[in-house]
């Protein structure tokens, strides 16, 4: 599928405008649209979001300076090409202070227009990608290979392959810790769509009051704190992808909007009167059941049918056992880099295979980390897992190790000790987040609340 791009030419020459639209579209890569003047270039911009703005800075009603200073404001990662006549040289530098790319002059070669259109565009694509570096540094923790050799998980990235063909939406259903977003990212980096952002939403963090202005941005003065008018995700996302993780957490006041959203790809800022429109696919996850949230009557039926076009279920790691010894090699060579790699003894590995994982990967992660910083030698003992892990409530059920009453052979550890100090690591490593913490160690909310309390934990903010 060859990229095309959209271009806005703002010139009130009709004669100029037509030769330049004609020259352009020749090379099949551009959608053009003329606008006669500032004001109707205003109103194009409005509705449409543009890669480049080849932009007149002399026309009638409203200059091109303030159709600039517009798109800075209203849609910044659109990038401006000044036309202009030599008599015009200083004030297309001057509007290159402003944030305009680059200045043509005229009459001018069409070679080195394209070459400005073409760099433009490879600005744009780096505007963006600065966008989202700072979220994806702080989004991306642990492992982010798909590791495992199964046949449960192999059938899962092989389904995962061939969605990736299509344009299909997908829904990923799995527990926390499965890899929902590692499986979204090898769609993307799959699909026709590869060389375009891939921009997550969790949906689950992102207060209701917050989630729509996030998704769909918002103008100036529509609320307060507005200070300016922000691009929403799914601007962000136009012609990537889009991945809602958590997605059965979303709002019901929200739901219908993103639903009118899914079926037209149409869309008005928050406090906007002007309806725009993107190019995207959506891949979404859940650690819900979402048909029974919708027999709850908490999600829209009609929704989950469009977000759940296909379907992978991603298995529980206790049901891909076989990948625990690759995983445990894997954590062992990410953890400890510039060092000298560990191994892990046969008695701490068979204690780890026979553990259920409640918290799946992600839990068998953090249980491997701890287990690296902990360790004395080159080699992991059972001690060094016990000590910062919930594998010990398990093992202390197996009669070979009596870690009741006070004295084990895990270190001198306290089964409540053993607790306390994995309930405070798996804490900090969700920045004090009860709800995670409570999925990744198996319990209730209450019941961690309960734990809390009886150690005296204080919760990192």
Known sequence: MVQRYRI????????????????????KLYDIEIAGDGVEAINYIHKTIYDVVLLDVRMPRVSGIEVLKFLQEHSPSTQVIILTNYSDIKTAIETIKLGAYDFISKPY?????????????????????????????????????????????????ESAL?????????????????????????????????EQPFV??????????????????????????????????VEV???????????????????????????????????????????IRIISATNKDLLEEVKAGRF??????????????????????????????????????????????PEALRVLLDYEWPGNVRELEHVVEGAVILSAGDVIELKDVLRNSSLAARVADQPAYRLGQGNDAAGGLRLDEMEKIHIEHVLRKNKGSRRKTAEILGISPKTLYLKLKRYEIKVPE
């Open 300 to 345: 829209r039926e009609d929704l989950l049918y469009r977000l759940n076009v296909v379907m992978i279920q991603l298995p529980m790691l206790r049901e891909r056992k076989s990948d625990i010894p690759i995983l445990v090699e894997h954590f062992l060579s990410t953890k400890i880099k510039g060092k000298v790699k560990k191994s892990i003894s």
């Open 237 to 279: 996302a136009h012609r990537g992808t889009l991945f809602l993780d958590e997605v059965g957490d979303i709002s019901q006041t929200i739901q219908p909007k993103f639903l009118r959203f899914i079926e037209t790809s149409g869309f008005r800022r928050v406090g906007g009167t002007n309806p725009l429109e993107v190019d």
């Open 162 to 194: 061939k969605i990736a063909e299509t344009e299909t939406a997908v829904l990923l259903q799995g527990a926390s810790g499965t890899g929902k977003e590692l499986i979204a990212h090898l769609i993307h980096e799959r699909s026709t769509r590869r």
């Open 200 to 233: 997550v939403v969790n949906c689950a963090s992102i207060p209701d009051t917050l989630l729509e202005s996030e998704l769909f941005g918002h103008e100036k003065g529509s609320f307060t704190g507005a200070y300016g008018t922000k691009q929403g995700l």
């Open 109 to 157: 070669d069409v070679d080195q227009l394209q070459n400005s259109i073409e760099r433009a565009l490879e600005r744009r694509q780096l505007f963006i990608d600065n966008s989202l570096m700072k979220d994806e540094l702080a989004r991306k923790r642990g492992t982010h290979e798909l590791i495992g050799e199964s046949p449960t998980f192999k059938n899962t990235l």
């Open 8 to 27: 806005l030419i703002a010139d009130d020459e009709v004669s100029f405008t037509e030769l330049l639209r004609e020259e352009l579209e020749d090379s």
